[in-house]
């Protein structure tokens, strides 16, 4: 294969097509196959078990009151496309929702502008840079480049329906809530913490501001990203949330409907893109589904006319994922059987 064809703008545009088609079919394939209640709960049980004395990686530090969580707690979850739940270990404890929120403030955008809206504004690449790179946003001739990584998900919140930081903020909390079929609120220290010792982000904002990649004051826009990234949940709540996903956008509990389903192939694809930053290639390698992770500890993965999965454990690796939440994902992954590229 020549890979000069992919400096050639329209040769990038129909990979993108061609992956996103190949996306969408994807439900449709995934339905083939349900489990029982045993099934679930032995796989859970047996990743738990599996992982429970695993002690490798650290909590985040760099937001100060992240360092004090106990770093002990591991739960997991499923959620299923029925609405039923099934859970172990720690799934009750609360955690700040941090990077996997941006999974949903993109659904939002994705809902309020269109499908075009993303790689217009945001852009759909990787940028092969850590999760927090400035570089990345002078060398990427689409600047923001990912929902996944911070400075796009900045300018997304900024693209959030609101004329005004409350009525940005309003629509985001009352969206989560929806996606979680509860009412969710903020962890006010982990914020406070956050928005004490978040300049990087700061810059991220101004920077994308210079090159026209930011949609609302980035002073705001910024506070709101963190607000959001403080969001309190635990792995219950993220199952039922990811799961929303896998069904097609409606809340399998609540019932109601939260996003159109000609979005989800393409929520999915940038999920798979960047979710699990430096190790998104490691991760499609081993799960299969497409995934996000967050540092507070939390990892969710979709597996489409399935299952939504969430799992919690506080010490994370080098590239900013939870060592156990990953593993534990890629235990349940292998022992269902739900790796979207296995050919049955």
């Known amino acids: 294969m020549n890979f000069n064809l992919f400096k050639n703008k329209q040769c990038r545009q129909l990979t993108v097509i061609v992956c996103l088609s190949i996306l969408t079919l994807i439900p449709a394939v995934a339905q083939k196959t349900k489990f029982t209640a045993d099934e679930y709960n032995e796989a859970l049980k047996e990743a738990h078990e599996k992982l429970l004395q695993n002690k490798d990686g650290a909590n985040a530090d760099y937001i100060p009151v992240l360092a004090e969580v106990p770093s002990d707690l591991f739960g997991i979850s499923i959620c299923t496309v029925d609405g039923e739940i099934y859970d172990i270990g720690d799934s ?23 499908i075009r809206a993303i790689p217009d504004t945001i852009g759909v690449n990787a940028t092969g840079r850590p999760f927090n790179s400035i570089v990345a946003i002078e ?14 998900a900045i300018a997304t919140t900024s693209l959030v329906e609101g004329d005004t930081y409350d009525e940005k903020w309003n629509n985001i909390i009352t969206t989560f809530s929806k996606f979680a079929g509860r009412d969710l609120d903020v962890d006010q220290e982990v914020y406070e913490s956050e928005a004490a010792t978040n300049n990087r982000n700061r810059a991220i904002a101004h920077l994308l501001e210079a090159y026209n990649r930011m949609y609302f004051d980035p002073v705001e826009a910024t506070d709101i990203y963190t607000k959001q990234c403080a969001i309190s949940v635990n792995s ?10 896998a069904n097609g956008g409606v809340n399998p509990q609540t019932k109601e409907k ?16 960047a979710g699990l930053y430096d190790d998104s290639g490691l991760w499609l390698y081993y799960v299969g589904l497409p995934g996000k992770s967050g540092v507070g500890g939390g990892v969710i993965a979709v597996a489409p006319g399935r299952f939504g999965i969430a799992a919690f454990s506080p010490r994370l690796d080098v590239a900013g994922n ?16 739900v790796n979207l590229f296995t050919v049955k």
Request: glycine fraction near 6%; charge should be positive.
């Open 236 to 245: 219950h709540d993220l199952a039922v949330m990811s799961a929303t996903l």
């Open 139 to 152: 060398v990427q001739p689409d600047r923001p480049s990912n929902s996944c990584v911070n400075a796009g």
């Open 322 to 337: 939870s060592v156990r939440g990953v593993r534990a994902i890629i235990e349940v992954s292998r022992k269902l059987g």
């Open 258 to 273: 939260i996003i159109d389903e000609k979005y989800l192939p393409h929520i999915m694809a940038v999920m798979c893109t």
């Open 92 to 114: 009750e404890h609360r955690f700040s929702i941090q990077s996997i929120s941006k999974v949903f403030t993109l659904a939002m955008v994705m809902q309020r502008l269109g």
